[in-house]
């Protein structure tokens, strides 16, 4: 089976670079310090290094990326006459993954998955990590399951181990990810992956945890609102649920330009400040009109989903003080 080197090192970019782009989620004590060590992996040009050390991609059939596209089409046409063929439906989840089609690649995975009747670990890591990219690059707790039932099917697998460790760290439960990340060191890890590790068992170890952002640096532009729920929507909260703030251009798609991941205890004064931007450079300013919204999802997902309750605002940053927004609709 032909495979390709660019679309094996796009995958551990993406997956990686994705928790790095949605550090303003984690912002919650136990998410930080997983942001901490998939950003440090994401950032360094160890992360095909990483991925070439613990997937199963076969290195040797290297083509160039121009023909990606192509081959996923006649990929895709092959396992139509060829639907039994497990490696085949993997690479074909791998790279529609590469390419951003994580629909796709989530049922080529859960196909591939269904032939080996439910025990292999590669489907299952494949499904939570185009699960995880489709799910505006923010691992909850059903993809942490999905990672967790990977790691019982293959317990040797350093990139199962690794994902399983950041799951639990972002349940919270250090010491596992401790001896998850410290089994890792194990095996043959390259070394600008171990060293990133055994900094992260240490910073583990001592507790460390980011500080809580009190008040916004002096002269930072800020948003601040008093986020509180309407009566009418109190019945859908739920026990354990999650409050998300997101801070948008008004009008333009893509990713917020800053967020902030909260538990839903309302009401609640959220202040917000370029610290919380998604993507580096792409700030709010002094006078700039945005849209604020808050929303509250049940299963910690950001991912919008139709009945969640939901509120907005429009701010003008530098004007405007601390604003109410009331979560009084819900998502269409």
């Known amino acids: 089976m032909t495979v390709f080197l660019s679309i094996a090192i796009a995958i551990a970019f993406a997956v990686l670079?994705?928790?790095?782009?949605?550090r303003p989620l984690w912002r919650d004590g136990r998410g930080s310090r997983t942001a901490g060590i998939v950003t440090a992996l994401a950032l360094l040009g160890g992360?095909?290094?990483?991925?070439?050390?613990?997937?199963?991609?076969?290195?040797?059939?290297?083509?160039?990326?121009s023909t990606a596209n192509a081959m996923v089409g006649r990929l895709a046409r092959r396992l139509e006459r060829q639907p039994d063929d497990v490696e085949g439906w993997l690479t074909l989840g791998r790279s529609h993954n590469a390419i951003g089609q994580h629909p796709l690649a989530i049922r080529a995975f859960q196909r591939a998955d269904r032939l080996?009747?439910?025990?292999?670990?590669?489907?299952?890591?494949?499904?939570?990590?185009?699960?995880?990219?489709?799910n505006d690059n923010v691992m909850d707790d059903r993809i942490g399951r999905l990672f967790e039932r990977a790691l019982e099917l293959d317990p040797k697998s350093g990139r199962v181990l690794f994902f399983a460790a950041v799951a639990a760290q972002n349940r919270q439960e250090f010491e596992l990810?401790?001896?998850?990340?410290?089994?890792?060191?194990?095996?043959?890890?390259?070394?600008?992956?171990?060293?990133i590790i055994e900094t992260q068992v240490a910073t583990l170890r001592g507790g460390a945890t980011e500080p809580a952002v009190a008040a916004a640096p002096p002269g930072a532009p800020s948003i601040n609102v008093e986020v509180s729920?309407?009566?009418?929507?109190?019945?859908?909260?739920?026990?354990?649920?999650?409050?998300?703030?997101f801070v948008r251009t008004p009008g333009r798609p893509g990713p917020p330009l800053a967020a902030k991941r909260l538990p839903a205890v309302l009401p609640a004064t959220v202040l917000i400040t370029p610290?919380?931007?998604?993507?580096?450079?792409?700030?709010?300013?002094?006078?700039?009109?945005?849209?604020?919204s808050a929303k509250i999802s049940a299963d910690g997902s950001a991912t919008p989903k139709t009945g969640e309750p939901i509120g907005r605002l429009t701010y003008t940053?530098?004007?405007d003080l601390t604003r109410p927004l009331v979560i009084d609709g819900l998502t269409p």
């Not at 670079?17 to 949605?22: H, K, N, V």
């Open 317 to 319: 940053v530098g004007r």
């Open 17 to 22: 670079t994705a928790a790095y782009l949605s």
């Open 275 to 292: 610290q919380d931007s998604m993507l580096p450079g792409v700030v709010f300013a002094s006078g700039d009109e945005v849209e604020v």
């Open 177 to 195: 990810a401790i001896e998850r990340f410290e089994r890792l060191l194990t095996l043959d890890t390259p070394p600008e992956v171990r060293s």
């Open 116 to 134: 080996q009747g439910g025990r292999n670990a590669e489907a299952v890591l494949g499904i939570a990590e185009a699960m995880m990219l489709q």
């Open 229 to 245: 729920i309407a009566p009418s929507m109190a019945a859908r909260m739920t026990p354990g649920a999650t409050l998300f703030v």
């Open 47 to 65: 992360s095909a290094a990483f991925y070439a050390w613990s997937s199963r991609w076969d290195w040797s059939q290297a083509e160039s990326p």
